[in-house]
């Protein structure tokens, strides 16, 4: 409202990904947060007291390194593995006819072209309109699932209750509560749906999903599920991502000494799941060590990701929970740093000498006490 005014603000439903960025960069500059971009972070490791981060400066190739008493990692919803690509042997096809929806990619090359897309998540609805706005010949999309999720069931998750006690719970009630939220699937959102049934030149197929791939005469070659064999010049692969902390630079090296759901957690006869490879974390979102007492500095790492929903409920890419997730990383980052400093700070009280109060405009006022000498 304070750009557009109120109008424009009441005017505006999506918010476009441009300003967004816009409000980011403000808010760096309004807060003036010292931030660093082009900047990969290759290893973590401990250095005595402190954690060494190693890195690398992307544009340069640069090697840097860094001393922390804390880190927090922020890294989203892929912080914790990568984008799951299916196994179709795609290493048949050349690198410029198949993309991730989370891969950067100009959508402007897709103009012309036959598209197919795998999956039905709001990525897959988001990347295949994009495709079509873009002015793509056709584009086909594969739903595995017989039918669309309809329901939300991450809405149930949106309670005060939820988001600030879930991690008190038991982890079998956790467990019950994640996996009936998989189950269910998450449902596209209407905005995709409705920019791809806007064009006639989109089809949906449900109940089949891609058994194979091959590249022959120019064309991508998919043969379906159902036997069916479809031809395409590009493939677009809204496949969601995977639980590896081995694909993470930043985290592969912690692997061995950080406890994962599966170290603390067996799930009844039946409830598996990959749920099981994320970080089992404190209630401030730090790693704990998987055999006690073998790494306690990896406490000084917090996992500020989607991985924290499975631990405490709450995480960092979710909007409805920051306002408990926030509080409660910010609160184990102070209590770390006043807890390391308290002894400091008690010797400052014992030798504090300000002097607060003149005590002179008393000194004509002053009556002695009953045998005392008169003041001075």
Known sequence: QAVFGPAGGEAITNWPRALWQDYLVWYRAALDLPV?????????????????????????????????????????????????????????????????????????????KRVGVLGAGASAFDTAASALEAGAASVH??????????KDPYRTMEKSGFLRHFGSMTALERWRWLVATRDQGVPATQDGIDRCTAFPNYRITTGAGWAGVAFADGDVIVTGTDGAEHRFDFLVLGTGYAVDLTKRPELSAL??????????????????????????????????????????????????????????????????????????????????????????????????????????????????????????
């Open 36 to 112: 660093r971009n082009r900047t990969e972070i290759t290893g973590i490791a401990p250095d005595g007291d402190l954690l060494r981060v190693s890195a690398t400066d992307t544009a340069t190739g640069e090697p840097l390194g860094f001393l922390a008493r804390k880190i927090v990692l922020a890294t989203g919803i892929e912080g914790n593995g990568d984008w799951r690509l299916p196994a179709l042997a795609l290493d048949r096809l050349p690198k410029d006819r198949f993309a991730h929806t989370n891969w950067e990619f100009d959508v402007g090359t897709l103009r012309g």
């Open 141 to 150: 999309q594969f739903a595995r699932r017989p039918a669309l999720p309809l």
């Open 255 to 376: 692997v061995p000494v950080i406890a994962l759901w599966r170290d603390r957690f067996v799930p009844p006869a039946g409830e598996g799941g990959a749920v099981l490879d994320t970080p089992w974390l404190g209630d401030d979102l730090s790693f704990t060590e998987k055999v006690p007492g073998t790494a306690p500095w990896v406490r000084n790492i917090h996992n500020f990701t989607a991985a924290a929903r499975v631990s405490i409920g709450s995480s960092a890419t979710a909007l409805t929970s920051l306002k408990y997730a926030v509080p409660r990383l910010v609160d184990g980052l102070t209590r770390f740093f006043w807890l390391a400093q308290a002894e400091q700070e008690l010797a400052a009280i014992r030798a504090y000498a300000d002097i607060d109060l003149d005590l002179a405009p008393l000194a004509p006022h002053r009556v002695p006490a009953a045998g005392q000498p008169s003041p001075p």
